[in-house]
Each structure stands twice: as C-alpha cells, then as structure tokens.
C-alpha cells in the first residue's frame, strides 16, 4: 500500500506522548509512523484497517500497531458530527522502541516485551476480558507525571506480554513501501469504498476513482494489498453485518441486503468463512456474553 507518512509531535520534556482524542477521525487517512502506536478505543464504533487486516473497533477495544505498520480508523458516520462531545474518542501513546534507551530492550529480564514489539509489527488486538486491566494501565499513564509515567508504560507493556492469548491482524506476508506519490489515490479508493460499499460498485466505477482503466486498477489493488478488490468489499461488508447483529434491530436476511450483499447464500457463505460462525450462531454467542 502507499500510506502517508505522518510525524507525531513529541515535547522535548517528555520521551513518550500520550493524548486524550475527543473527536473521531482525527487522523482519518491510511497512515504509518516510526513510533509505535498503543491505542484505547472509549466511544464510536467504526472500521479498522491494520495492514491487510479489515475489522470493527468499538469501545474497549485496545491495538497495539507496530513501528511503520500502515493503519486507518474510519468512525461510523453518526459520530462526524460529534464535535462538541466532552467525552473522549481514544487515548493514544506513541512511543519508540528504544524510548528508555539504545541497550533496555538487549537486557535479559526485558525479552518478553522486545518480543511483543516485535509481533505488534502485524498489530496486536486486545479485546474484552484482556483489555480492562490494560485499559487501567493506559488510563494511568495518561494521569501519571514523571518516572511514574515510564514506569506504568513498562508495567502495560508486561502486562500485554503475559497475556494468555494475542490475537495479531495483518497477515505475515503483508509487504508495503513509502511511495508518497499515491497516498492521495490509495485514501479515494478506501473513502469510495467505505461511503458506498452498501449498493453494488462497477469496477470502472471505482477505477475511474482511482484514475486507471478497469484492467490496470486490479492488478494495482492486488499488487497493493494483497487482495482483489471485491474481497476487500467482501470485508467491509461482512464487519459492518456484525456491527448490526449486535444492534439486534433487524433479522438476518435484512441484515444481508443492508450490508451491501444481493444473495443471501453468498452473505452466509461469506459470514461464515470470516468469523468462523453463522450469522445466528453469532448473534447467539454475544447475546449470551
């Protein structure tokens, strides 16, 4: 992919930042940076692109993104226009790997956070259960000052490390460079994709988006990101059916035709192959949860 490099603004007086966002989107473009990113979601839902990887963020939600890791938070549209809400989005860290210097991370007792850092090069995700005491230590860090501040981010860092189970997102074949040159392009076909992945999109539609002819634009989408462009919408589609599973408003087969699908087998089918359930099954398990 060709995602746009962004530098975070760091204070000379601290070695780390960590922020409270109180608006969605804030960064809404397919990014990467050399800081690793550790991010709490507390409100809004949305989609989340990690690498190759397409899921649902929603509140509780906690990812850890590896330095130069490409990824992009898209809120729901109701939030847009959130503006004025006193209740924060997420709170964010960016910090570097060697933030407590060159040698930390060489030490024996420091292995098992050099080795999460190392696999949050594909994005780690933390949900439900796991993500409370993270979530405690991220909020403590954002209220802690001084060595206190260094010491909690180590603590969280742990913390992750010895969890019984991490959950990585983008693929480990995923590749990309730096090209700033198509980020422009790459941010029209994801925004296209997002705004419209509800009615059928014609390939010389979206190519035209990408200002190529229908032939050149897969082999560019594919090249780019691993996938055709049609299971890219297949992966839009599928989280947002999930998101309105959990909303328990409408039933499955409502549920198929407002995610953009046309044939209910193909939307089981797929629903399956992604989530490893049915649409029913997993409606069930989360209403029991």
Same mark, same amino acid.
């Given at each position: 992919?060709?995602?746009?490099?962004?530098?975070?603004?760091?204070?000379?007086?601290?070695?780390?930042?960590?922020?409270?966002?109180?608006?969605?989107?804030?960064?809404?473009?397919?990014?990467?940076?050399?800081?690793?990113?550790?991010?709490?979601?507390?409100?809004?839902?949305?989609?989340?692109?990690?690498?190759?990887?397409?899921?649902?963020?929603?509140?509780?939600?906690?990812?850890?993104?590896?330095?130069?890791?490409?990824?992009?938070?898209?809120?729901?549209?109701?939030?847009?226009?959130?503006?004025?809400?006193?209740?924060?989005?997420?709170?964010?860290?960016?910090?570097?790997?060697?933030?407590?210097?060159?040698?930390?991370?060489?030490?024996?007792?420091?292995?098992?956070?050099?080795?999460?850092?190392?696999?949050?090069?594909?994005?780690?995700?933390?949900?439900?259960?796991?993500?409370?005491?993270?979530?405690?230590?991220?909020?403590?860090?954002?209220?802690?000052?001084?060595?206190?501040?260094?010491?909690?981010?180590?603590?969280?860092?742990?913390?992750?490390?010895?969890?019984?189970?991490?959950?990585?997102?983008?693929?480990?074949?995923?590749?990309?460079?730096?090209?700033?040159?198509?980020?422009?392009?790459?941010?029209?076909?994801?925004?296209?994709?997002?705004?419209?992945?509800?009615?059928?999109?014609?390939?010389?539609?979206?190519?035209?988006?990408?200002?190529?002819?229908?032939? %050149? =634009?897969?082999?560019? @989408? #594919?090249?780019? *990101? $691993? !996938? &055709?462009?049609?299971?890219?919408?297949?992966?839009?589609?599928?989280?947002?059916?999930?998101?309105?599973?959990?909303?328990?408003?409408?039933?499955?087969?409502?549920?198929?035709?407002?995610?953009?699908?046309?044939?209910?087998? %193909? =939307?089981?089918?797929? @629903? #399956?192959?992604? *989530? $490893? !359930? &049915?649409?029913?099954?997993?409606?069930?398990?989360?209403?029991?949860?």
């Amino acid at each position: 992919m060709k995602p746009q490099h962004l530098k975070i603004p760091n204070s000379a007086d601290h070695s780390f930042s960590v922020r409270k966002d109180m608006i969605p989107n804030i960064n809404n473009r397919w990014h990467y940076h050399t800081e690793i990113e550790l991010i709490c979601f507390h409100k809004g839902t949305g989609t989340q692109f990690v690498g190759d990887n397409i899921k649902r963020f929603a509140p509780g939600d906690i990812v850890l993104v590896g330095s130069d890791l490409p990824h992009y938070w898209k809120y729901d549209s109701p939030y847009f226009d959130d503006a004025g809400s006193k209740e924060p989005y997420s709170t964010v860290i960016h910090f570097y790997d060697n933030f407590i210097g060159e040698r930390f991370l060489h030490l024996p007792e420091t292995k098992p956070i050099k080795n999460i850092l190392e696999k949050a090069k594909r994005g780690i995700l933390i949900k439900e259960k796991n993500a409370i005491d993270i979530a405690a230590y991220i909020e403590k860090i954002y209220q802690s000052d001084g060595i206190t501040k260094i010491i909690t981010l180590l603590e969280c860092l742990m913390a992750i490390a010895n969890l019984p189970q991490i959950a990585l997102l983008s693929s480990i074949g995923f590749k990309y460079d730096y090209s700033a040159s198509e980020n422009e392009r790459m941010n029209n076909i994801y925004n296209f994709a997002l705004n419209n992945f509800k009615k059928k999109i014609q390939l010389e539609e979206i190519a035209a988006v990408a200002d190529l002819v229908p032939n %050149s =634009f897969c082999r560019y @989408f #594919k090249t780019r *990101t $691993g !996938k &055709t462009f049609s299971k890219f919408l297949v992966d839009i589609r599928i989280g947002y059916s999930c998101k309105l599973i959990l909303e328990n408003k409408m039933d499955i087969k409502q549920i198929c035709f407002e995610s953009g699908f046309n044939n209910f087998a %193909s =939307f089981h089918k797929s @629903f #399956k192959m992604i *989530t $490893g !359930k &049915t649409p029913k099954l997993y409606r069930q398990s989360h209403m029991l949860t």
